[in-house]
């Protein structure tokens, strides 16, 4: 079963920068894309970026030359580096194990979540 463990996240001003993690079991941390998903009061989750095991990346429109997805396979960990966030940008953040492309094909296995605050 895999298991996906977030961490960071926090409160920030816009035009900051936070980092996220997310630890997975190492049985499908080869195997399937991992990426992010976030959710916002009142709305729909989307998609905020994806990593393959061979280190292609995807990012949502909304996220791209701002948020930077990498991945440590000897730590079986995914990276989310966010500059220059806006409020718009908060929302709990969601560790994701799916498919490729993860915007369209997100796997069942989540993440706890993690709060990720912007202040303006």
């Known amino acids: 079963q895999v298991q996906l463990v977030e961490s960071g996240g926090g409160l920030v001003q816009a035009g900051g920068s936070l980092s996220l993690s997310c630890a997975a079991s190492?049985?499908?941390?080869?195997?399937?894309?991992i990426g992010w998903y976030r959710q916002a009061p009142g709305k729909q989750r989307e998609f905020v970026a994806g990593i393959t095991s061979g280190g292609n990346t995807d990012y949502a429109d909304s996220v791209k030359d701002r948020f930077t997805i990498s991945r440590d396979n000897t730590k079986n960990t995914i990276f989310l580096q966010m500059n220059s966030l806006k409020p718009e940008d908060t929302a709990v953040y969601y560790c994701?194990?799916?498919?490729?492309?993860?915007?369209?094909?997100?796997?069942?296995?989540w993440g706890q979540g993690t709060q990720v605050t912007v202040s303006s």
């Open positions: 994701n194990a799916g498919y490729w492309p993860l915007a369209a094909t997100p796997g069942g296995y």
């Open positions: 190492r049985t499908l941390f080869s195997i399937l894309v």
